[in-house]
């Protein structure tokens, strides 16, 4: 970690990965969240701890956001869902992070807010070459010859 980069021993985001690390860079990395009923669930986190989007300077600002559309981008073309949704409230973690969740009709809680009540029952979702599917399809996107 930079110089520049601060961690808050009470925070999760700084303890912990988060989930499993698909990408990378300097300022921030994709995860990809284990959760049986919501596959292709990810996580772009801010590798540095601060609570709020507008602490970072806006370069940083800039290139989060282009993680963030990537990561939308590549669990759109790899799992073509109904619907993505992106998210960042950061009221239990503040440290700035995105959630992205592609959402599909028969999902749990679809049309609804994954963190509510679910409105039906579904099979737990599981596909072993997905990591691998994600974590190349971003390489291309985020890293383009390399």
């Not at 507008?54 to 600002?61: A, C, M, Q, S």
């Not at 990561?71 to 009221?91: C, I, M």
């Not at 399809?137 to 890293?143: D, E």
Request: proline fraction near 8%; aromatic fraction near 6%.
């Amino acid at each position: 970690m930079s110089a520049t980069q601060s961690t808050n021993a009470g925070c999760e985001l700084c303890q912990t990965m988060g989930g499993l690390v698909l990408w990378q860079d300097e300022c921030c990395r994709v995860v990809l969240v284990e959760d049986e009923d919501y596959l292709g669930f990810c996580r772009v986190i801010l590798n540095r701890h601060l609570p709020e989007m507008t602490d970072l300077p806006l370069p940083e600002r800039q290139q989060l956001m282009t993680v963030v559309f990537a990561t939308e981008q590549v669990l759109r073309d790899v799992l073509q869902p109904d619907k993505v949704n992106l998210a960042s409230l950061g009221n239990m973690t503040p440290h700035v992070h995105w959630h992205v969740i592609p959402r599909f009709r028969r999902d749990r809680h679809f049309p609804n807010p994954i963190w509510g009540s679910a409105v039906r029952v579904t099979e737990k979702q599981d596909d072993p070459s997905l990591p691998g599917r994600l974590q190349a399809a971003l390489q291309r996107i985020l890293q383009p010859g390399s």
